[in-house]
């Protein structure tokens, strides 16, 4: 038996108390997209502000000289003649606009929401991934350092929020190779007891780094890999 009680349902159980009924909380009101939709110029403004900033920071060999504190963004521009990228080495010539690989370095804890605002300012997660990545690239035969260049832009403070969106903005806008179609560049060791897996198509065109020799799980061939990234200059 239900009744009502002032403004709440409620039901007389066999034994005569009474309990609330618990309202549906899917029924409170119909369906309506346009109230969920989230538009704001001045947040698109504020990201092509970031990037024009991006674009106009000074180009260092990789990895930078002096090491640095921050987080961030960064890029890797290649300007050597080896095939399959000497595409760059032409695209490049006269200024540094096509990046082959972009990606961020965020503060410790950024994922679990475990940083504060000063934290990001003293590590130096930015500096240590770009020396990472050139320990990657010296472990490869068949790529030089010396072709290799970068760019980095820090943040700091509450700002340190818009790294994955500024790294988002840019990949789409530039589309990297190594981002867009070569995956695995960024790849850490996956550790004991994961080695079944495949190595990353770029260790595929790329071998040499140690790590990458242990896994053991099918990848496409070389060739086939290759031909892509000459339909990606296409």
Known sequence: VEFCQGSELRSMSKKGTSRPVKANPHSAEPFERS????ANDEFVELVKDAVRFFNGTPVHRLPPPE?????????????????PYSKY?????LAYDFPIYLGKAVPKGWRQARTGDSNDAQSSELHTR????ARSIEQVPSLSLEDFSCRFMIFEGASSDMIGTLEASVIKWKRPLWNSFLDGFGNHDPGKGRYQQAKSDWDVVHPGRAWAKKCKGKTPSRGNILKGILNFFD
Do not use: Q
Not at 67 to 83: C, N, Q, V, W
């Open 35 to 38: 109230k969920h939709v989230y």
């Open 67 to 83: 090491k640095f504190r921050g987080t961030g963004i960064y890029a890797l521009y290649y300007t050597g003649l080896s095939d």
């Open 89 to 93: 080495a032409e695209l490049n010539r």
């Open 130 to 133: 770009l020396r990472e990545h």
